[in-house]
């Protein structure tokens, strides 16, 4: 990857500290960006921050609509502007439609639809004066149903028609904001681990297995891989890229 590619660039990244939000902040950074990691644990989010001179670290919760306003005051105020939000910041739930309660459908809902909603409304509002980019992690789930993720599907099929929604607003308004989703399947991730918490090796083996055989490249993602399209997605190089979606999925909606 060219270096400089977001020379000058602030960018802030919720969820930043984990996964794909951690592997975009440090490729953001090799970049030439100054990036803001915001996170919920503020310990994780300073380890993660250490990886390069480049990173910095503050608290956010996405749900706390008070807090998105501090955050964003908080990198106009240190860094004198914002260029690109990542909406990284979300949470996985395996629940079929018959036993998922309203409290679970309600938090996956809260974290990953109202987390990207109050993000994309503090990015427009930092961002309108000089234009910027939007990345927002939706998922193969926004696009595809399965059966055990009943509010996980509705909360990714959101954040897509949400991006497009901010995407045309902001092209009317004539702000130079540009807004797209990016759709994964399996990322090699905290997330994607969490699925294999309290079974068996030999389970953990089938449900690797079972994972990569519905990939026709034969492997989950690696965060890099997905970090990559968001790089592209922050910088000047997708310039005329809005309201789109960007599937990165080894093949799988392709069957
Ligand atoms: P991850 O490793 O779990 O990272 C997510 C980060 O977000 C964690 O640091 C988490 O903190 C943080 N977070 C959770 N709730 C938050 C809140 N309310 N406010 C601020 N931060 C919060 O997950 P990932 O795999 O990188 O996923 C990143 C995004 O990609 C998510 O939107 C996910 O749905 C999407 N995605 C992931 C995959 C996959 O297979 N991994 C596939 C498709 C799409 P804690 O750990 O402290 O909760």
Known sequence: MAEGRLADKVVLISGGASGIGFA??????????????????????????????ALHALH??????????????????????????????????????EHETLAQ?????????EGVFLGCRA???????????????????????????????????????LTKSVALYCARK???IRCNSVHPTFVDTPMLRGLFTGRSEEEVA???????????LGRVAQP????????YLASDESSFVT?????????????
Request: charged residues 20%.
């Open 105 to 113: 459908f309600r938090r996956v809902m809260a974290v990953n639809v």
């Open 24 to 53: 975009t902040a440090v490729r953001c950074a090799q970049a030439g960006a100054t990036v803001v990691i915001g996170d919920l644990d503020d310990e994780k989010a300073q380890a993660a921050a250490a990886a390069h001179a």
């Open 243 to 255: 309201g789109a979606e960007f599937v990165i999925d080894g093949g799988l909606t392709a069957c």
């Open 60 to 97: 956010l919760d996405v749900t706390d609509e008070a807090g998105w306003d501090e955050i964003t005051a908080e990198v106009l105020r240190r860094f004198g502007r914002l260029d690109v939000l990542v909406n990284s910041a979300g949470i996985a739930l395996n629940a079929d439609i």
């Open 224 to 231: 890099e891989e997905i970090a990559d399209m968001i790089v």
């Open 206 to 216: 089938r449900v690797q297995g079972a994972l990569r055989a519905q990939v026709p």
């Open 123 to 161: 990015g427009v509002r930092a961002m309108r004066s000089h234009g910027g980019s939007i990345v927002n992690m939706s998922s193969v789930s926004g696009l595809v149903g399965g059966h055990n993720l009943a509010a996980y599907n509705a909360s990714k099929g959101a954040v897509r028609l």
């Open 174 to 176: 004539g702000y130079g």
